[in-house]
């Protein structure tokens, strides 16, 4: 059983590989057009994911890879990028979907530093990165403040994706605009179940071999469908016309 | 009410000028109108909004109790208005990153 259950989650590992590389891709691609476009949102959006994807790949190589001083030192950097990036995720959603809420900037703003002072205090007092297997606070406040934002974010992917609709029947917009927010919004209902299978496992004893078998498959289509929503290729293109 | 955009205001002003219905009523049909088509009163652009008062306007003032032909005429000169306001704002909201992108992957 127990042979089995590794065999399955050796199986998966290139699933990981691919989505924390892929995820990658995606941060660099959006801040080299960030670059372009001039625009605040696709840079935010882009730091996010890039520094995403560094935290999950660097936590999950030094948990693998290391060990001693060198895996805390790691753990605790790798924590501190987790939560930049969550920052980053946080005025990104703001940015694209809310920009005109002003009171939401000091929302968001009051979070950060709330974040960025319990990160401190939790790193001066050893409560970021656990040596005898418990999960430590900072993972909790990471995973539940990821959980908040995902939610955020999943749920305005959902109501501009409503609002794109009723658009298209004015001739506002094509069909490539609704796929897009579509596929956004599955995109962050894929990563907000990464996280809740997460929280379900160490909360209510989700069994472990579900959750590795689940979590490089959502991984994997979460990425995917932020691929397809910034860079849609040629065929979805045609076959749903332009962005108007 | 401060906060909406201009091509909303501009819309409202010639709505009440025109006819009898009062502010409130004005500012509800507008915003109802656009609820309807997907937009929010703070980042409607004039281009949208142009969609939105030749599509589903008429029909709310006639909801309000304004005659049809009446209701035509209003909308056709909140259109008027609109199409001659030079929109200091683009198209903002949700879309407009994936635009942005989309333009400079095709400069790309």
């Known amino acids: 059983m127990l042979a089995s259950a590794r065999f399955m989650t050796s199986l998966l590992i290139p699933f990981i590989v691919v ?4 995820e990658l891709v995606v941060g660099v691609r959006l801040i080299l057009l960030a670059r372009e476009t001039r625009g605040l949102a696709e840079r935010l959006w882009g730091w996010a994911w890039l520094l995403d994807a560094v935290s999950q790949g660097g936590a999950a ?7 001693g001083t060198t895996a805390y030192v790691v753990g ?11 920052s980053f995720l946080a005025v990104g959603i703001w940015q694209v979907f809310r920009a005109e809420e002003r009171w939401l900037a000091w929302l968001i703003g ?5 974040l960025t002072v319990t990160f401190t205090a939790l790193a001066l007092s050893g409560g970021i990165v656990s040596t005898d297997g418990s999960r430590p606070p900072m993972t909790w406040i990471n995973r539940i403040l990821g959980c908040v934002l995902l939610g955020w974010g999943a749920v305005e992917c959902w109501l501009a994706y409503l609002a794109s609709a009723k658009q298209l029947r004015l001739g506002l917009v094509e069909p490539l ?13 894929f990563l907000l179940t990464f996280l809740l299978l997460l929280i379900a496992r160490d909360v209510v004893g989700l069994p472990n071999t579900l959750v590795r078998t689940l979590q490089p498959i959502l991984a994997f289509l979460s990425v995917l469908g932020m691929w397809l929503t910034y860079f849609p290729p040629r065929w979805m293109q045609r076959r749903f016309g332009r962005g108007a | 009410m401060a906060g909406e955009s201009d091509a909303f205001e501009i819309a409202c002003e010639v709505i ?5 219905l009062t502010g409130p009523q004005v500012r509800g049909s507008v915003r109802l109108a656009l609820k309807e088509g997907g937009l929010r009163a703070k980042t409607v652009s004039t281009r949208q909004l142009l969609a ?7 029909e709310r003032l006639v909801a309000q109790g304004v005659a ?12 008027t208005r609109l199409e001659a306001y030079t929109d200091p704002v683009q198209d903002i909201g949700p879309g407009s990153m994936l635009e942005r992108l989309d333009r400079a992957r095709e400069k790309g």
Do not use: I
């Open chain 1, 19 to 22: 989505a924390v590389v892929f």
């Open chain 1, 61 to 67: 190589l030094s948990s693998e890879l290391l060990s």
């Open chain 1, 76 to 86: 605790v950097t790798m924590a501190g990028v987790g939560s930049a990036s969550l």
């Open chain 1, 110 to 114: 009051a979070g950060m530093v709330l």
């Open chain 1, 177 to 189: 605009r609704v796929v897009r927010f579509q596929l956004w919004g599955a995109s962050a209902v």
């Open chain 2, 16 to 20: 009440l000028s025109r006819t009898s």
């Open chain 2, 52 to 58: 939105v008062v030749e599509r589903l306007m008429p």
């Open chain 2, 68 to 79: 049809f032909d009446e209701a035509r005429r209003v909308c056709d000169e909140v259109a």
